[in-house]
């Protein structure tokens, strides 16, 4: 079997592997498993063949101008992994010429053009008007192989909205004013219908930068960022920011791993590394690229069924450490930590990591389960004010806090989730919320909170922001 045959088929593996991986997480391609191989062509004389995708990496061969190589992925936008000659290196993408074939892609033309018999000076055998569905076959160079019907051809590839389509099936809502529907997925598409702001539709699919979407009767194309896609009803996902750690922050790196945008191994801990990870993954579905996990993030990356199951609660024991510091923060353990240092009714001052929002709070339960701190907030004002940190709402998702006690700031987990009761009736909040640290655990099964756990580190390992708010005076 000669060596280009074994890497198409190695080839064929990863896609077919990669499809099945994509469904697994929430996703589901729409484009047929078709048997696809990518060749290349040097452009450039004199190319360098390196170990990695760097240009600080070692020189394996130097390759001719006009030699063949077989493609074996496409590792990052500005780098292949290729083989020539036997060697298996990285080369610059723009020095190859990168010829597909096998592809079954759907794609629309979006402007109109000619479509030849070859790539380049071929005979003009046909226009396509624009909205032309067509089959991408393949590509070569900046030409795209289609079909048309029974008649096959190349036209240039910015003439054809060629994607990836990522079902999707959930409820989202309009976030701009006067947005148009059209009818394909360009701004040459004919508009079908404006939308007001924070009118609800149904977001079958993502196609590139655009979301397939259902409108009181009528299905159309709009740009991804003026759509915000919706939790189901009455549900919240804690928000996935650097410096958190734990299981769930290698779920994250797991899922973008299989969505190609992660490249090396999960580690757990949402770093440099996640964070790039994250954003690629945002600009490539028209999101804020912010390179932080939040709910829209997570809910596209896994699905609205998925993304509830995140925060998996699978740990009943933590093993004990000694008082950690960083910066100004402390890392203590909950019990015989904690819960010994914090006082009955006594209040100290809550400062949210994230925003620098601070309040007062005091804890007046958790003595005699002993599972975490519950708490309630002083006056209406300090209500006032949490609720800000959670956006205008106190929901039962987690955010990371500094509790500063005794002119010691800890680090800490908070729930927004109000319920049962409290001893002020005074403070606008009418019940109770669960103040978490390292190794406490929830009232009803005995488990450490995953979602709490991660917003601690988060805590413990953004001290420096601590520093910044108090340096700034946003923070005493």
């Known amino acids: 079997m000669g060596m280009l045959s074994k890497h198409r088929k190695i080839a064929c593996f990863i896609l077919a592997a990669g499809l099945i991986l994509s469904i697994f997480v929430g996703y589901s391609s729409t484009a047929s498993a078709a048997t696809t191989a990518q060749t290349g062509t040097v452009n450039t004389p004199d190319t360098n063949l390196r170990e990695q995708p760097s240009t600080i990496s070692k020189v394996l061969v130097k390759m001719d101008e006009g030699a063949s190589v077989s493609v074996l992925e496409n590792s990052g936008h500005d780098w292949y992994k290729v083989t020539y000659m036997s060697n ?108 007001k702001g924070g009118v609800k539709v149904t977001a079958h699919s993502i196609q590139d930068h655009w979301v397939k979407i259902d409108y009181e009767g009528k299905t159309g194309y709009v740009r991804g960022d003026f759509v915000s896609y919706n939790m189901p009803t009455g549900k919240y996902v804690t928000e996935m920011h650097p410096g958190m750690r734990g299981q769930a922050v290698s779920t994250l790196q797991v899922a973008l791993r299989k969505k190609g945008f992660f490249h090396v191994a999960a580690n757990g801990v949402y770093g440099n590394a996640t964070r790039a990870a994250v954003k690629k993954f945002q600009e490539s579905i028209y999101l804020d690229a912010d390179g932080i996990a939040g709910t829209q993030t997570l809910l596209l990356l896994f699905g609205p069924g998925d993304v509830q199951k995140l925060w998996s609660n699978y740990r009943t024991e933590m093993d004990e450490i000694k008082p950690q510091q960083s910066g100004q923060v402390w890392l203590i353990d909950w019990f015989d930590g904690m819960n010994k240092i914090m006082k009955r009714m006594t209040p100290f001052e809550v400062i949210d990591v994230r925003t620098g929002i601070h309040w007062n709070m005091q804890r007046f339960g958790g003595y005699s389960a002993l599972w975490h701190a519950d708490v309630e907030t002083v006056t209406k004002d300090d209500t006032k004010k949490m609720t800000e940190a959670w956006g205008g709402e106190l929901n039962p998702s987690r955010r990371p806090v500094w509790v500063k006690y005794d002119g010691k700031y800890y680090a800490a987990g908070l729930m927004g989730y109000v319920h049962n009761t409290g001893p002020t009736s005074t403070n606008g909040m009418d019940g109770q919320v669960c103040l978490h640290f390292r190794g406490s655990k929830i009232h009803s099964s005995g488990h450490i909170d995953e979602a709490h756990q991660a917003c601690i580190m988060e805590a413990f390992y953004n001290a420096d922001r601590l520093d910044a708010y108090i340096k700034s005076g946003k923070v005493e």
């Open 88 to 195: 298996t290196g990285y080369v610059r993408a723009d020095f190859i010429d990168v010829t597909v074939t096998g592809l079954s892609d759907p794609g629309v033309i979006i402007t109109e053009t000619s479509v030849t018999s070859e790539p380049e000076n071929g005979k003009a055998l046909k226009t396509l008007k624009a909205e032309t569905q067509v089959t991408i076959t393949g590509s070569y160079g900046s030409m795209y192989q289609i079909k048309a019907g029974s008649e096959t051809g190349f036209v240039p590839q910015d003439c054809v909205h060629k994607n990836k389509i990522i079902t999707l099936n959930m409820g989202a809502t309009i976030n701009s004013s006067n947005v148009n529907l059209r009818s394909i997925p360009s701004t040459s598409g004919k508009v079908v219908t404006c939308m």
